[in-house]
């Protein structure tokens, strides 16, 4: 007799921060991986485009726009959700941006952006999608965290302390969770290819890679690729029932030497 019941078949999943980089790669491996996913960002031709392409490959996918800053647009997106794919499994949680100032520079409003995105916006997953989960005793949420929470980065504007009020959340919902067959699991990436940052200015850009040189954050130039860290999502979400990954960190590999 197994200890939990294995998961079922059809898991559906919804990844926020859909229209790029990591959702955009998380969303496509969970759909290679057979779970209907529900694709969410503001901009939703993107998660339509991406969508549609998954259909095309014979998944099944699903878009809505989602601003995770707005609750009210999170309980649209919720409910679009479900309606299209019905009760939601898997919730990986990684819609953000990143302001590129220093702390006693930045705006106190800009700084609650950063929390708002990243921490109170992560919350509003949990509040739509985690009680059903418990009520339902299984599902998976993921949270997309950093590096940064163990090895801080200068110019990171209200970052560092979002992502780190998101592994203190998501550290205390497990204990919350404990023997309800729910699993809250964090992500930690270190620098990975996708759009952000790609909007600062070639100054900011300077100032923030010379600061990586003074505190020894430049050793390799190797970045991940958003794929390397949606395996690692699929790798949390497909482990079997009763055995949890809380937590991994993924870094990119300096190039094998000579090369
Ligand atoms: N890149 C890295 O080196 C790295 C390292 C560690 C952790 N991370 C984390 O990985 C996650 C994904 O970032 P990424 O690197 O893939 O960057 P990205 O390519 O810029 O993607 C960010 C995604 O978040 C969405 N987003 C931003 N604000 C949103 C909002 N208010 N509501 C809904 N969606 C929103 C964006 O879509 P829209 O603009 O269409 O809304 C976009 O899809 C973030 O949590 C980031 O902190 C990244």
Redesign the pocket.
């Known amino acids: 007799m197994p200890r939990f019941e294995p998961h079922p078949t059809r898991r559906p999943a919804v990844v ?9 790669a998380t969303a496509t491996a969970l759909a290679m991986a057979g779970h209907p996913v529900a694709l ?4 939703a031709d ?1 998660c339509e485009e991406l969508a549609a392409t998954i259909r095309a490959g014979g998944g099944e996918a699903f878009a809505h726009p ?4 707005d609750s009210d647009s999170v309980k649209a997106f919720a409910q679009a959700a479900a309606e299209a794919l019905g009760a939601i499994e898997i919730v990986v949680s ?5 302001q590129a100032q220093q702390l006693h520079e930045i705006d106190s409003d800009e700084f609650a952006a950063q929390i708002q ?2 921490l109170v ?1 992560a919350h509003r997953m949990v509040s739509a999608f985690v009680p059903g989960m418990v009520a339902r005793r299984r599902g998976d949420i993921v949270f ?4 940064v929470v163990r090895s801080p980065r200068t110019r990171m504007g209200g ?1 560092v302390a979002a ?1 780190s009020g998101v592994e203190g959340m998501a550290r205390q919902m497990r204990m919350e969770l404990e023997g309800t067959g729910v699993r809250a699991s964090l992500i930690r ?4 290819s ?3 940052g790609m909007d600062w200015d070639p100054e900011t850009t300077g100032l923030v890679l010379d600061d990586w040189v003074k505190w020894g954050h430049a050793r390799h130039p190797y ?1 991940l690729r ?1 794929s390397d860290v949606a395996a690692a999502v699929t790798a949390v979400v497909t482990a079997p029932r009763g055995a949890h990954l809380s937590l991994i960190e993924v870094q990119p590999e300096a190039p094998l030497e000579g090369e």
Do not use: E, N
């Open positions: 926020t921060g859909a229209s790029s980089g990591i959702g955009a969410g960002a503001r901009r993107k989602l601003d995770v800053a990684g819609a953000g941006d990143l995105v990243h916006g997309i965290s950093s590096d970052y992502k990436p270190g620098p990975t996708t759009a952000m970045f958003p």
